[in-house]
């Protein structure tokens, strides 16, 4: 049973950098999964992974319903940083049907699961830690988390949690990142465009649900 408390105290004195350096030191990189929406601060988990484990496969859902400017982003840090990028898609039949009954105003809860949470089901089962750029400040439900949580039979890994929105930024800035372009359109976060307005921080992500601030991967 891994000692999630000593890690947590362990990797807590570190920066988020030498926490991911630590990490692949300490585990076995074929148990480590990594995951990125290519989302508004997805570039700094895949920098420093870009130098930490240059060829680690890198999961990507795609949902079927991104932003075009999203896939540009994804293509652009992919070339850029040259990352093994791994693209997962829903099952067909389902998002055909999430689709044609435009599942994500009736019941975004369901539309998440099949196009997001049920996609990445298979993956995350062959792994025994998971990597995500989840922020402290983005939701209620994570500000608490720590850097190491067991959610179920994984152990979640989260390098950047206690950096907050704007130290976030500053990082992409001083090591000259390219920002994901519907940044300067007012979007402090991206998702699905059904489901994503501009907006601060994740105010734009489903607007029109009240309480709707997860797609469920997380939770
Ligand atoms: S974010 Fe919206 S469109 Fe995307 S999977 Fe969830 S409910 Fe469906």
Known sequence: MTDLLSLNKQYQLISPYNRLLHLFNDFAAQDILVTTSFGITSSILLFMIKQVAPKHPIYFIDTTYHFPETLAYKQTLTDLFQLNVITLLPDAEANEKSRAEQLWQSNPAACCQINKVDALQPIKERHK????????????????????????????????????????????????????????????????????????????????FVGKTECGLHL
């Open 129 to 208: 830690i998971w990597v995500s750029g989840l922020m402290n400040d983005q939701t209620d439900h994570r500000k608490d988390l720590s850097i190491f949580e067991q959610r179920n039979n994984i152990i979640k890994f989260h390098p950047i949690i206690d950096m907050a929105q704007y130290d976030a930024m500053l990082y992409m800035t001083i090591n000259e990142i390219p920002t994901h372009p519907l940044l300067s359109q007012g979007y402090d976060s991206v998702g699905c465009t059904h489901c994503t307005q501009a907006g601060e921080c994740r105010m734009g992500r489903w607007a029109q």
